[in-house]
Every structure is written in C-alpha cells, then in structure tokens.
C-alpha cells in the first residue's frame, strides 16, 4: 500500500500500479503526474463518492478497483477513458449504472454487494466483455442485449431477485462459468438432504490458517475432544466469512456441498460446524497433505478468465490422461447429484505431483440444478462442459511431446467438441468420462 506522502514526495514517479487507502473523499491532484506510467489505480477502502472529470488524462490507465467506497452510481467518467478496460467497485451503496459509465474496451466488470436493481441496455454491446460480477445486487432482469455478448465467459448472479432466466444465456457460445443460487428461480436452493454431523467449536482446536477463498478462511483444526466423525487426526475447517462473495452467500455452498455427496475426486465436507461464539458457518473437510498443490494460479487481471499456470510446468502425457479421467468423473458425479459447480478452474484443482492424484475443491459458485425441468438442467451442464473443454485444452499444452502423439491426438477432439459454440452440440460429462475412460 502506498502512502500519501510518497506520492506527494514524488517518490512513486513512474510506477505502473498505484494502491491508495487512506481515507480519501477526493483524488489527488498528484495522481496526475503518473499519467504516462499509470495502468492501475486501487482506490478501495477510501470515502469516495466520486471520481474527478478529467480521470481520461491518465491515458494509459486499464484497471481502476474502487471498492467499499460510498458511491450512489458508477462514476460516468469511467466511460471516457480510452485504455480502462477492467472496473471493479464491489461493496458499494450504487444503485444506478449508467449508460456513459461503461468504457468502450469494458472486458471486467465486477459490482457485486450493490444494490442494483437494472443494468443499461449499452452493457450487451461492449464487444470484448468476458468477465460480469453481480452477485448480491436487487436484479430482477438481465438486459437482453447481453445476448450479443460473444466473448462473455463468466457471469456470476447469484443473490439477486431474478424469477427466470432469459432462454439467450445458456445459448451464449463462450459462456462457461455462471453461478445462479440465491435467486427466486422456481426450484429448490436447498434439498432435505440427510443432514451431516455437526461438531462444536469448543471440540476443535484451531493451528494455523491454510489459505483464504472468496468466501471464507481455512484453517487446520485439530480434534481436542471425540467427534461424531471417529478421526483422530487434523482436519481442515473451512470458517465463512458470512457475507456476499463474489460467487454468493455462504448457506448455497453449504447446500451444494451436501447435495454433492462423497467421491474419491471431490473435497466434500465430512461435518459442520456447530456453536461458533460469532455465529459463523463453517464445514470439516479432509485435510489435504501439503505435498497436494494448486494446479494453477487463479486468473490475473491480464488473463481475465484463464488461470495462470506456473511457466516451467509440464506433464506427461499419462499424468494429464489420469487427472483428465479424474475431473471427468467429479463432474459427471456433480451432474448426476444435480449440482453445477460453477467455478471448474485448474486453480480449484489439488493435485499430487507425483502421483497425479487430485481433488477438485472449492463449492463457493454451486448451484442446485433443476430437477423438475430436465432441459433445462441440461443446458446448464453445457456450459460446465465448456468449462471442462478449456481446461482440457489448457492440459494439452501442457503435456510433454516426448511421447507418442497418440494421447493428443485422442484428446484434442473430445476437448474442441466439449468446448465448441454450439452448447446443444457438447457431449455430456457422462460421456466426457466414459470417452476418457476407453
């Protein structure tokens, strides 16, 4: 985080990326002297309610984050800067979204926890738009010209007031990444699933935390008393932090987490957590041994909705096969159980490098399918088809030549069919994984 003083001091003279939470209401003039360097502006955490008219004169300016600030309406001014091209303001008090707000390269959009009740027509013509965040707002509609969105990848709606959905959305050729609970959408968010153990907090014992998600905090916990679950050993607890993410409310990804049921590929939680002194939520899972690592980084703010992998990996042909036919059954187990797991990412992926074990993880965007409405249903397992397709590709660059190219040469068909355009013409996961299998 950069301070005042250095920007004042001109001690931030060139740098591309500008971080400023200091209580500000106003942008500093001094801002302005970084213009022929200055890519990205972090404002959150400030007293914002507005952005100065001439914003456009930081011409190289790509990315402007302007979270939990107390803006009414998106800044109109963002709509008159040339390069910006990602805009987040998550956590806001916006209410309005207007037309002139949304800069011509717009590709990121992120506003979840507003208050938004309708987005602008002009949003659907935004040619190079990829990324749309609107989880916890009042929408009550989409605009239909976001059916002229061809590049549109992920969408996240969940926690709104949408009572259907638009017959154009599952039909989008790019679209592979939606997460949907939370929403008025005529079937169940929950399911009278058998209830799993619960353990209370003051039977755990808490030793260092493992990581952090969108939605909540994990932490390696130890048993200090029996628990309904006969193990002795470490778990992983999985505390939420009992807000709107940007993938929805915590209490859908508990309900997924139990519709999903047990399988030898899915991180599925084994209890619940009971008695927390603040209320939270939480999930027991298995601890994942440390020699388990993420497949990939999440996306970056250059690859948009691509996870970026670590530049020198690469796998062998068989390594790829095996974790291929693993995700294929994960998925396909999902899809039988009614669940969409909304955020199929390499980044999700544990994997032991060795071996080539891996586990897919992380419930955060899940949505429960509609059992009563099969084509419906269907359609929503395209898109995570697609999804599945990417990643397939991804895994492809990945393997070594080395070996005969036999295993591509299966593979890249069945990967271009799952991610093709046509969402009525992808295979379903069944037959992804039983292809996989043969």
Known sequence: MHTLDQLRSGALAGIRRLDLSCGLTELP?????????????????????????????????????????????????????????????????????????????????????????????????????????????????????????????LIRLSANRLAQLPGWLTELPSLAWLALSGNPLGWPQTRPEAPLPRVPWAHLRLEGLLGEGASGHIHRAHPVHATPLGVDGPLALKLFKGAVTSDGLPEHELAACRAAGQHPALCTPSAELADHPQGLAGLLLPLMASSHINLAGPPSLDSCTRDVYAPD?????????????????????????????????????????????????????????????????????????RAFGLWLQELLGLADAAPPGAYAAALAPLADACAGPDPTARPTMREVAEALAA
Request: proline share 7%; hydrophobic share 45%.
């Open 29 to 153: 003039t001094e801002v302005f002297a970084l213009a022929d360097t200055l890519e990205v502006l972090n404002l959150s955490g400030n007293r914002l309610t507005g952005l100065p008219h001439d914003l456009p004169r930081l011409h190289r300016l790509k990315v402007v984050f302007a979270s939990d600030n107390p803006f009414t309406h998106l800044p109109e001014v963002l709509g008159d800067c040339p390069s910006l091209h990602m805009v987040g303001f998550k956590a806001c008090r916006i209410t309005h979204v207007p037309e002139a707000a949304l800069p011509p390269n717009l590709r990121w959009l992120t506003l979840t926890d507003n208050g938004i009740s309708m987005l602008p027509r002009i949003l659907g013509e935004r040619s190079l738009l990829q990324k749309l965040m609107l989880s916890g707002n009042r929408l009550t509609h989409l605009p239909d010209s976001l059916a002229q969105a061809q590049r549109l990848e």
């Open 313 to 385: 990996l690469r796998l062998s042909a068989p390594t790829a096969l095996h974790l291929a036919r693993q995700m294929a059954g994960a998925v396909a187990h999902l899809h039988a159980q009614g669940v969409m797991h909304g955020d199929f990412y390499a980044h999700n992926i544990l994997w032991h490098p060795a071996s080539g074990q891996a586990t897919l993880s992380d419930f955060g965007a899940a949505t429960l399918l509609p059992t009563h409405a099969p084509a419906l249903a269907r359609a929503l397992q395209a898109l995570e088809v």
